[in-house]
């Protein structure tokens, strides 16, 4: 069995972190798979899919220490385009998409772990995240 | 339904980043998906699969700013057996894959995201990428 | 055809770098696969799973640089509630997961490719990886 989902999400912040765990696993609620797969990929260049523990803190630690790897500015070619090029910086670091294992219709995640939407260049409206299972 | 394609890529520089985007998605052309995923596996552990904007600007400032992150000699123990370690410390950084969703035979991309095949250490012929897909 | 299965893995050091590419085939021995893809995901916010070459200074040269990348303290927040920030910043960059293809009942790697478990806040008893296998 092979099923699509479009999940939409409007940021407020410019770097702002979602954890959209509920709302993925609540695409499952109604289907039946007892195994299998689900693929979260977010059809933007300037956001990512994360997994790890939703810890207020832990969050501020990780936007300040994504900060110190891409500076906000570094005469950037893409500037001069487009004033956004540090946010699809950090976007090739982190990634556009997550694999993760389903179980019993539940995503088969860690205890600590949690899913997260990454907007890198916000606030924007409609971001579009496209979610497809493969199970059984 | 599971198909498999080999897709083969000769590189010309010692970094290079390359639009793959059509050449996937002529592999889906004689398919007939109308759901799925695919799966882009670069079976090299000194080259990488991103998505992010085609845009020579960016993709001068990503190869600037990875450059930054990753020194292109540092004492490296690796250099002393095969002189790249670069190439492999960004490969690690990056990844070897990426999956992508499929919508009516075609990779369901956002607007402005392209997938690149990069080379960390070229140039070198005959690279090998595994499409795996996964449909109905 | 969906298999999954888990691996169960000690770890002696803080930092460990695990090859885990036989215990993977192993797990595909008695299956029936042509053709398909497996997912490798890990079950904690503090461990990754890369693939790269299996050589011992890359190996150092790769432990060494995601270090200067991610220092071990930094004023980070969340070490005032577990002394582990740092190996959560490593675990955001790298990636909990893995999707690899399945060639005739095994892994469809290149020559130097090889699958770790990277253990970032070890040691630990029974970290948990869960493997699923999608393949005709």
Redesign the interface.
Known sequence: M???KNLKIDTKDNFQIIDITKEINNLLNNLDIS???L?I?????TTAI????N????L???KK??GN??PEH?N???D???NN?AA??K???????????I?NNKL??????SIFFIELDGPRKNR?I?V?V???
Chains 1, 2, 3 share one sequence.
């Open positions: 092979i099923i699509s195994n299998g797969i693929n990929f977010s059809k933007h260049s994360v997994i790890n523990e810890e207020s803190g832990l501020n630690d990780f220490s994504i790897l891409i570094d950037y070619k893409h001069l385009i487009d090029a699809h910086l976007s090739f670091l982190l990634s556009s998409s997550e694999t993760i294992p179980n088969d995640l860690g205890t600590w772990q579009n496209k497809t493969i199970g059984e």
